[in-house]
């Protein structure tokens, strides 16, 4: 004699649990939907707009930056001690040996500098600094063609919901947030386009968080759009992403739940067809 209904228990016993999977997939796959909206830059409806022009945004020179002063001359021997050079009748003029010179920013913005000696740079920009010197060695030497200034440690970094989170070095110091971004493998699909945050420490120590809509056309006019040394981009997640983080973390919990609950119903099945 065979029981119908302890058939029709157990049939219903295995799809119940043969469908616990795949409704969870199935809500986790509708949960991380994205329409373009979400993820596109730079939103604006007309085919073509223009951006008012702003003030150039140019790093300035502040705290702890590693500089390279090079100092040019159609007399090499006279510019030769500025660049740390010590000239000899014997000895070769050397362009590589300038170029490997640096000199460190102090907290007070001061660099010392051979044969001059200490002398503020702090708050300069890179073409400030060099006007200022030309002016300060001309003291010494009149016949300089040209000074140049680097900053070697231009770093900033890009962390959260990008594909290369990380501190990148850039011999350009006139690095965009898109071209920040862009070294960073750019947001995934995940990222918050309209609420980035930008964590900047200004010269004089201050630090300040900014949040930024890169949907927004004017952000090329943000006083932000240029990065400073050391700036900070965090791109957060979106919902979906926080959600499937959460349900990362609790997807054992969930199955053992899902096990347990699977396992008091095949109980109290089997009781009931007895």
Same mark, same amino acid.
């Given at each position: ?207 300040? #968080?900014?949040? !930024?809509? @890169?949907?927004?056309? %004017? +952000? &090329?006019? =943000? ?33 053992? #739940?899902?096990? !347990?609950? @699977?396992?008091?119903? %095949? +109980? &109290?099945? =089997?009781?009931?067809?007895?």
């Amino acid at each position: 004699y065979i029981d119908m209904r302890t058939i029709s228990f157990r049939a219903e016993r295995q799809m119940a649990g043969s469908l616990v999977l795949p409704l969870l997939l199935i809500c986790l796959l509708f949960s991380s939907c994205a329409t373009r909206k979400d993820v596109a830059y730079i939103q604006t409806p007309e085919q073509a707009m223009t951006i008012a022009a702003g003030s150039m945004q140019d790093a300035q020179i502040r705290a702890k930056d590693l500089l390279t002063i090079t100092v040019e001359s159609s007399n090499p021997e006279a510019v030769a001690a500025f660049n740390g050079i010590y000239w000899t009748p014997n000895q070769q003029y050397s362009t590589y040996a300038q170029q490997a010179r640096t000199f460190l920013v102090d907290n007070k913005g001061n660099v010392e500098l051979p044969v001059v000696g200490l002398t503020h740079l702090g708050g300069y920009t890179l073409r400030e600094a060099e006007t200022h010197l030309k002016g300060v060695l001309r003291k010494y030497v009149t016949d300089i063609s040209s000074v140049n200034v680097k900053i070697q440690n231009y770093k900033y970094s890009v962390i959260g919901e990008v594909r290369r989170p990380g501190t990148y070095t850039s011999e350009n110091t006139k690095v965009s947030i898109f071209e920040a971004l862009a070294n960073a493998g750019d947001m995934s699909i995940q990222g918050v386009r309209s609420e980035v945050k930008l964590m900047r420490e200004g010269a004089d120590g201050k630090r300040e #968080i900014v949040t !930024l809509d @890169l949907k927004d056309p %004017n +952000i &090329l006019a =943000s006083p932000y759009y240029y990065l400073q040394q050391g700036d900070v981009i965090y791109v957060q997640p979106n919902d979906a992403a926080a959600q499937s983080a959460n349900i990362g973390a609790a997807t054992g919990i969930i199955f053992s #739940i899902a096990s !347990l609950t @699977l396992s008091v119903a %095949n +109980i &109290l099945i =089997s009781l009931l067809v007895k």
